[in-house]
């Protein structure tokens, strides 16, 4: 089922050359103050037409409130946000039926729906669904406003260029990535390497990968479930949902399989009469509850799909094998554009945590005393 | 919520020292056979006191069927499996309120439960839990049965000593992982590295992470849905599910970013009238859905907790900082006892998408014709 | 959570006054012939403004789909109705929040939201959030289509004028209702009276109330789980969901009480080599599950709560209590606009059970042979 | 699915005849106190065997928490509460397979389960399930205890005999059904009557229907959600899993049918600085909202099943008619059991709309200012 969420409920719908795209959000509190205007600033990260590091599609991206706000308040009713699709065009994606697109989802959303997918730029499996997603993201934000939570995300590597990995606090990652046309927190030292390395691609009609590292300060103690409900399983469920991503970690992630467990477990102390985590290999979670330490991880983003170089597929029309060449406007780097995607992600997850703990009296601001 | 699954749908209960750990499984078609030996067959896999790789904690792990067979096949009600500890030995845990282990859920568990948590062998949080999620993996093969799926994992990687990415078959993993005491296909170049490894780590009273392989072939093409439904999202919520998995991808993972899209890009031929994938650096999966090539990824473990090496913790009784050194009975790499509990996931996930296929009238057995 | 279905997914948003109100469906099989035009045939069976018996609101309740149909066929992917609103009146309600109204949701709604609640025309509370409701009917009967089942409501009392129960079959139910402003199959025998108690109380500036038959023929054996999916659990969680329903029952219902075991159970018999059910006190329902006999039963509507006598209530503002003058555009008997809606609650049941049977290999269009 | 509940969520499993009947429940907060014989005394109301008015089977039903619970306090995990079968007597079950029993579930779970089902006792679809339900009511009571909420039901009417409706507070029906053996609040005026009704049913081989009442006071203003959320929804979704019954209706319910608006509509008055509901002819529910005023309401519950008459059936063996006479131990009028199995459902669904305000911070034990 296309829904997301215990407690601050997601269902997305739409096309990527359809009508638009939606998302209907369920639970959300009443009283936040919400306007299109302030979903509108995030969404501006996200889409295309900006830089020559992202698709020159030149989609305004401007959401409408279809429900759930009076007055420039949530009333608590069910929230729909609309955008309208403006810029599509359509012929590029005319063949994907028949000579389906390697990397994408022309050939098994066909199957999937017994031939009448909308193929057009991709369809309802569009990587532009993820505009709602942003928005659904503001209104987590606004839900998490008065608790403190601060919940960033930025480009950490691009294909084989990387930072530092856990080197930023949320708030330096923040203010950096949106500082920066990567969204990227290395500007300083990298963002000239990431750039020249996309455009590489981008001239050879390439594309490269990259991967996002996420960041979530002051989430109090136990955030969480156990086991199918933990933070990971859903946050994992929640990122893997992009298109794109293929893998996710939680703190040292991969690399901890090469570590001892004397190397990787995060001792504990005490400071100023609070329980500290030193070293945070756990990336803030230990069985599925948030441990008060910084939540952090990686996001493994592919390189897109969509290049121009000549790509051996086949013609179901004809049942032959054959090749194809692209056209159109895409991303030599979607990793760019999905960071504000997985910030979004980060804070549903912390949003729909934050109704939980409330409904089990932990509190939303802090730590119980215990 | 602690439940898993859209139509086959999991429902987990117990503690690592009270009476025991189980499982409702709904959903599950009427008519398998099915018998508590089926299941023993599996949890033996997992269960503990079998080498000297793992705990020496001697629980037979005997299942016992309270629910939803009858005359040896399931019925299609609620299916619950019930395993009785037998084995528990609480004393080494006495101290877990107060004085948290390092890399546990003790101390976080504790605050979840306003101080109401059973802490003996981490209660709820602890890794006994995998053994009903294992004899729900036994049911989901019940149900895979007809389908002719082979879905299986074993040990890839112990500490820094790994082997070829998928290197082998999906027939090839299951047999060599049953026949090895590691559940690793890489017994014969890697096993005598992988067991001196964590030997080593057990005598120095420390441990080492891992990182298993999972496979899964003749998966019929669009298995899964988009967006949240996606087969990605799905198995990654069960993963990280199971305590100390910290990293979960899907083909090339974390590696497609240090590539570029035409060496990622799987190009698509015709071989035998019907549409094939190539280098499958998508691990079978795209825009969420199966393209009927190996569903492959991998899952990261970190090493064991546990350890006997002093620790810096916290004492929460006078609130000052404190070492400790635990005893008790430990796995020094708990990534060989996690491959079972991989293949069992791999497997659940499969049987909720079969239950999805055929109400999609799909097919469950092979590639609709388009 | 203001979601509904198992497989055939429903999330209801909108407000009486504000921009639409709409619905986000899942689980919609790909394939299924959709326009807008099919909506509005359903529409206007409910839609206000069109007889005396009904609100002289105007609302042509055109239908927009916004999502998941690509060349008037449905894809698989979610799909999205809206209807916008464009003859809302909202000055007579601009004293709800402080004088709210006896019978409305006003005062409650109001608390619910904190004090944020869009109050105009009952905001999302109204009534008018069934015209979604119908359109998911529509969609729901599509899904049906090929099963050859035929599903049908229609009005069976208004006030204390009441035809007999179980009297028509559902063709004759869907045809006599269509053909009747008052949308009940006793149109011929009884269709006077209705309306003339219903045009005695519009006339009095008071309403009356009604009971509407459901029945649904030709479903197959055993649609339908045990316990918390039963088919009746399903169908009234879903009717109670539409305002002004205050009862549910089915077969012989509260009748049912007064009668003895010899009297209400259904004999069973072989025709034609089949099963066949007589009597059919039990509306086709046991155990949960569908009898292949007709599923029938009775829903109650309070009269609507809309009148413009004199009524006692509160003022807020003062903290006093006061006497309410209503004005505005009403119904008589808010049961005859019901009828459609009901009618689309059952089917959106069975296109949920359809699924279900679809999954489970029961067969959608017949019995299978045990 | 099998589950029931939004935050406080159940899952039921077991059989009539078989291993014995449990249930899993999820989100219990921490720290209730809670024992088997907390328990016990509750599931000593439904237990059959105690008077000649109910079944001669002589279940214990002795319950035993598997999980969840350590040192006498709910943990916050998963409560697992298991009966044990004792007193089964099967042998009267083993023509059901091909000789169902009208008014039982035997024909139509057979063809559900594919001819796999256990017949024996109605196995998962006998009434014996209501046991875990009668248990998961006294954890929700647990839940509700500090919030003043009193929910209780008693037998209102056997066959034609029916006291008057809406006559006792619930603190009445509570004490007064506890010390009548039929569970009534009319037992100085009907009780008599009562029993000589079902007395005489059970001396002629035959049964008799009944309706039971519930009610709930103090429970605050605005629990509940609107449409599928609906108070009415959620707790008649869970009534009508209760087998027997047939029908379910709040306050004035039927009845609304035949009133005028400005009868049924319930005024509002200030009383002590805060809004009261007078008549309250909505059962204390107006949009799907608690409104303050009793919650109240009725359920309508068919004879029993199984009496002693010959009754027409068919034989699936040879295809042909037959006539049945059961023997076996049965119940003369279901609805005196189905008492507490009424009240434990409406406790379960307090509990889960309890946490819900907790959620949205409506406070569970008293009225928003506003």
Same mark, same amino acid.
């Given at each position: /089922?296309?829904? +997301?969420?215990?407690? +601050?409920?997601?269902?997305?719908?739409?096309?990527?050359?359809?009508?638009?795209?939606?998302?209907? /959000?369920?639970?959300?509190?009443?009283?936040?103050?919400?306007?299109?205007?302030?979903?509108?600033?995030?969404?501006?990260?996200?889409?295309?037409?900006?830089?020559?590091?992202?698709?020159?599609?030149?989609?305004?991206?401007?959401?409408?409130?279809?429900?759930?706000?009076?007055?420039?308040?949530?009333?608590?009713?069910?929230?729909?946000? $609309?955008?309208?699709?403006?810029?599509?065009?359509?012929?590029?994606?005319?063949?994907?039926?028949?000579?389906?697109?390697?990397?994408?989802?022309? $050939?098994?959303?066909?199957? $999937?729906?017994?031939?009448?997918?909308?193929?057009?730029?991709?369809?309802?499996?569009?990587?532009?669904?993820?505009?709602?997603?942003?928005?659904?993201?503001?209104?987590?934000?606004? /839900?998490?406003?008065?608790?403190?939570?601060?919940?960033?995300?930025?480009?950490?590597?691009?294909?084989?260029?990387?930072?530092?990995?856990? #080197? $930023?606090?949320?708030?330096?990652?923040?203010?950096?990535?949106?500082?920066?046309? @990567?969204?990227?927190?290395? #500007?300083?030292? @990298?963002?000239?390497?990431?750039?020249?390395?996309?455009?590489?691609?981008?001239? #050879?009609?390439?594309?490269?990968?990259?991967?996002?590292?996420?960041?979530?300060?002051?989430? =109090?103690?136990?955030?969480?479930?156990?086991?199918?409900?933990?933070?990971?399983?859903?946050?994992?469920?929640?990122?893997?949902?992009? =298109?794109?991503?293929?893998?996710?970690?939680?703190?040292?992630?991969?690399?901890?399989?090469? /570590?001892?467990?004397?190397?990787?477990?995060?001792?504990?102390?005490?400071?100023?009469?609070? !329980?500290?985590?030193?070293?945070?290999? #756990?990336?803030?979670? @230990?069985?599925?509850?948030?441990?008060?330490?910084?939540?952090?991880?990686?996001?493994?983003?592919?390189?897109?799909?969509?290049?121009?170089?000549?790509?051996?597929? !086949?013609?179901?029309?004809?049942?032959?094998?054959?090749?194809?060449? @692209?056209?159109?406007?895409?991303?030599?780097?979607?990793?760019?554009?999905?960071?504000?995607?997985?910030?979004?992600?980060?804070?549903?997850?912390?949003?729909?945590?934050?109704?939980?703990?409330?409904?089990?009296?932990?509190?939303?601001?802090?730590?119980?005393?215990?």
């Amino acid at each position: /089922m296309n829904q +997301f969420g215990e407690r +601050f409920r997601l269902s997305l719908f739409g096309e990527s050359h359809g009508e638009g795209v939606g998302v209907v /959000m369920d639970g959300v509190p009443p009283g936040l103050s919400l306007s299109a205007k302030d979903l509108q600033a995030d969404l501006d990260q996200r889409r295309p037409g900006q830089s020559r590091f992202v698709s020159a599609r030149r989609e305004p991206d401007v959401p409408r409130i279809l429900s759930g706000v009076h007055n420039g308040r949530s009333t608590g009713a069910p929230l729909c946000v $609309w955008i309208e699709n403006r810029d599509a065009q359509s012929k590029p994606y005319e063949k994907s039926a028949n000579v389906p697109r390697p990397g994408h989802a022309d $050939w098994v959303s066909h199957v $999937w729906s017994r031939g009448f997918a909308d193929l057009r730029g991709g369809g309802h499996f569009s990587g532009r669904l993820t505009a709602p997603l942003v928005a659904a993201g503001t209104v987590a934000q606004k /839900m998490l406003g008065s608790t403190g939570i601060v919940a960033a995300a930025h480009l950490h590597q691009v294909h084989d260029v990387a930072g530092p990995v856990n #080197a $930023w606090d949320a708030r330096a990652i923040a203010r950096k990535a949106a500082a920066s046309s @990567l969204h990227t927190a290395h #500007a300083a030292s @990298l963002g000239k390497r990431f750039a020249n390395t996309i455009e590489s691609a981008r001239k #050879a009609g390439d594309s490269v990968g990259g991967i996002i590292e996420f960041r979530a300060e002051q989430v =109090p103690v136990a955030w969480g479930a156990p086991f199918f409900g933990s933070f990971e399983s859903q946050l994992a469920h929640l990122l893997f949902a992009v =298109p794109a991503v293929k893998g996710v970690s939680f703190g040292a992630g991969f690399a901890a399989a090469a /570590m001892k467990g004397s190397q990787h477990n995060d001792p504990y102390r005490m400071e100023k009469g609070k !329980v500290a985590v030193d070293r945070n290999n #756990a990336g803030g979670i @230990l069985g599925g509850l948030t441990t008060g330490a910084p939540v952090w991880g990686h996001v493994a983003v592919k390189p897109s799909s969509s290049i121009f170089l000549p790509q051996e597929t !086949v013609d179901l029309s004809t049942g032959k094998d054959t090749v194809l060449e @692209l056209t159109g406007r895409h991303d030599p780097c979607i990793a760019v554009r999905a960071v504000p995607v997985v910030q979004a992600c980060l804070r549903i997850v912390l949003a729909d945590f934050l109704l939980l703990a409330r409904q089990q009296g932990l509190g939303a601001t802090g730590t119980p005393a215990i």
